[in-house]
């Protein structure tokens, strides 16, 4: 059969002798007439497949095609392929073969491969290189099932698409030596019964080049398949120019890629300069962290709302949905595991102490990342230098909260002791730890401390810097920066403690990237309710929204932290403005210039 010519609904006579004679081709429309048999032929929709043969949708099968068809009768069962010869499918098929009643039929086109162990199925392969035009024509299959009471004297097939195409439309600015890859499944078989196609649970997922159709739109069949593989992670779409490559997550309502079905995702692609491509649709972790990123809220178990206590390292959610009231709220959780690389530290159940002292929580977690990634040139110091102070050591150790032990951070401690429980800063509070500078800090009942490393660091020597500007500019260009190279992540935010709490000061260690490059989600641990969170140790999941701030004088938009979206779809109406962003440096180059033997 040629490319252009298919034929989408086949009636099969059952008898040795048949008189064909056809009316014109524009009124869609074959008429064959004997004393018992009427044959009708109309098309399908979908282009450049095995569908149709023009803009209209007009088709016919060619000379030599040949379909495969499932006969179940009371008498017999059979399968049996038809061939297209002088306008008509040979060998005729008997009626009083298979059936004295009613009886099925059931095709494939084109013919398959036998499946070794179930006789009514048959191999599908799809074409991994859609982009060549006979691979896509190639990868349609077709199927049709009727069903032929006693009194029918005539049987139609109409052919349906069997398997999924998902169309891809481009805006904007499309570089030259743009490539496309679509992930999929690649192999699975199809019930010559049904015409149902199911895949292996263990199969691996390849990319897919699809066709171009035109400059600005591309096509490609895949397997009917789930769609959760396809809303994190890599992705479905893979976009490729100047040897980098942005994703595509799927982000639609659709739980399935269905048979016979078309999913059309238009993308807007901006120039690199707008968008960019380290970022688009990536997930990153502050530097030295191994805990997994969220897998999706299909991947991860729903917990009841009362549980606390889980294991260590789990990303859960809590289902409120099945409280006898229920309610829409989603929330989202990764538990600490020893040696994860993040830190939580937390004020005390009751506040004891500590309640305002937030920014001293943060920088104790801004600190053990930093003394946990620097560890190696510490060990250098200590052996080169000793111990900084004689009246006390360096508070180093960090364990999980418990209600036993709910001062789990000596350096948390360190701060309590050497602060009052009054509000303050956390950039200040990293390098005075580090190099003793006590600027925009509170008292602090140590005048004589110059830091644990003052050997190497000098009070000029900044460890942490900060920034007020949240603009969506500017909160995005400290991220990357972030991640480029080395950083950790402080932050606070308006009122996230409560009604006229003012800025809270909380640490992120990981984000979510949108599309174009932009924070769309953060992984942040909350040194408050450290008695009510789970294990004592977590990090949350919240959403990243830019729009004007509620500040008159500040102009353009700014980032907002928002819970996430409602279990019914709708977006949270509570939102934080983000009041500050701290990024602290590990110093590599002071250390190295320090202990150059250090690798």
């Known amino acids: 059969m040629t490319k252009t010519k298919l034929q989408t609904v086949l009636t099969v006579f059952l008898s040795s002798a048949l008189l064909f004679v056809s ?44 379909i495969e068809v499932l006969i179940t009768g009371d008498k017999k069962t059979e399968t049996i392929q038809l061939e297209y010869m002088d306008n008509r499918w040979t060998p005729a098929l008997k009626r009083s073969d298979y059936a004295s009643g009613g009886f099925t039929l059931s095709a494939l ?69 743009l490539m496309i890859e679509v992930k999929s499944l690649a192999g699975g078989k199809i019930s010559l019964e049904d015409g149902t196609v199911t895949t292996e649970a263990s199969q691996d997922y390849v990319w897919m080049k699809p066709y171009k159709k035109s400059e600005d739109s591309y096509s490609i069949i895949v397997l009917p398949q789930e769609t959760k593989e396809f809303c994190s992670g890599e992705g479905l779409i893979r976009l490729t120019s100047g040897g980098k490559s942005a994703s595509y997550v799927f982000n639609a309502n659709e739980e ?91 004020k005390t159940f009751e506040y004891n102490g500590d309640g305002n002292m937030c920014w001293a929580a943060a920088a104790s977690n801004l600190i053990h990342w930093w003394m946990a990634q620097n560890k190696k040139y510490i060990e250098a110091y200590d052996k080169e230098y000793g111990p900084e102070y004689k009246d006390f050591q360096r508070p180093e150790k ?15 401690n360190f701060f309590k002791s050497s602060f009052d429980n009054r509000g303050s800063w956390d950039t200040g509070g990293v390098n005075w730890f580090v190099n003793g500078n006590r600027k925009n800090l509170i008292y602090c009942h140590k005048p004589d401390f110059n830091g644990f490393f003052s050997k190497v660091f000098s009070k000029e020597d900044a460890i942490a810097k900060g920034t007020t500007d949240t603009s969506k500019e500017n909160f995005n260009l400290w991220f990357k920066d972030a991640f480029r190279h080395h950083q950790a992540i402080g932050f606070s935010v308006y009122d996230f403690a409560g009604l006229n709490t003012k800025s809270h000061s909380m640490v992120i260690w990981g984000a979510e990237f949108d599309a174009e490059g932009n924070v769309a989600y953060v992984y942040f641990c909350d040194n408050n309710y450290g008695g009510s969170e789970p294990n004592h140790a977590s990090l949350g999941r919240y959403k990243v929204i830019y729009d004007k701030s509620n500040v008159p004088e500040l102009k353009g938009d700014y980032a907002y932290l928002t819970p996430l979206d409602n279990t019914d779809g709708t977006p949270s109406t509570v939102r934080y403005r983000f009041t500050s962003l701290t990024l602290v440096d590990l110093r590599t180059d002071l250390w190295q210039k320090a202990f150059p033997e250090i690798k």
Request: hydrophobic fraction near 35%; charge should be negative; include cysteine.
């Open 23 to 66: 009316c014109k081709q524009s009124d869609e429309e074959f008429l064959v007439y004997d004393a018992d048999f009427l044959l009708t032929c109309v098309q399908l929709s979908w282009k450049d497949t095995r569908a149709v043969t023009n803009d209209n949708g007009q088709g016919s099968f060619s000379s030599g095609d040949r």
């Open 109 to 177: 086109y084109p013919v398959l491969t036998q499946n070794v162990d179930y006789p009514y199925c048959r191999e599908v392969s799809i074409p991994v290189g859609q982009d060549d035009i006979d691979n896509y024509a190639a990868a349609d299959i077709l199927f049709a099932k009727t069903t032929v009471d006693a009194a029918n004297t005539s049987a139609t097939l109409q052919f349906n698409h069997a398997l999924h195409r998902i169309n891809i439309n481009l805006k904007g600015s499309i570089p030259d030596d």
């Open 256 to 346: 399935r890629f269905n048979a016979g079905m078309q999913t059309t995702i238009n993308l807007t692609l901006k120039a690199e300069g707008d968008v960019d491509l380290d970022f688009s649709n990536q997930t990153y972790w502050v530097y030295g962290i191994t805990s997994p990123v969220f897998p999706g809220k299909d991947n991860i178990p729903s917990k009841e709302s009362w549980v606390k206590e889980m294991e260590d390292g789990l990303w859960f959610r809590y289902s409120f949905e099945d409280m006898s009231t229920p309610i829409f709220l989603e929330q989202q959780f990764l538990t600490w595991k020893e040696d994860c690389g993040w830190f939580d530290c937390n």
């Open 398 to 412: 960090y364990s999980k909260m418990t209600k036993e032990n709910q001062q789990h951070s000596e350096v948390f």
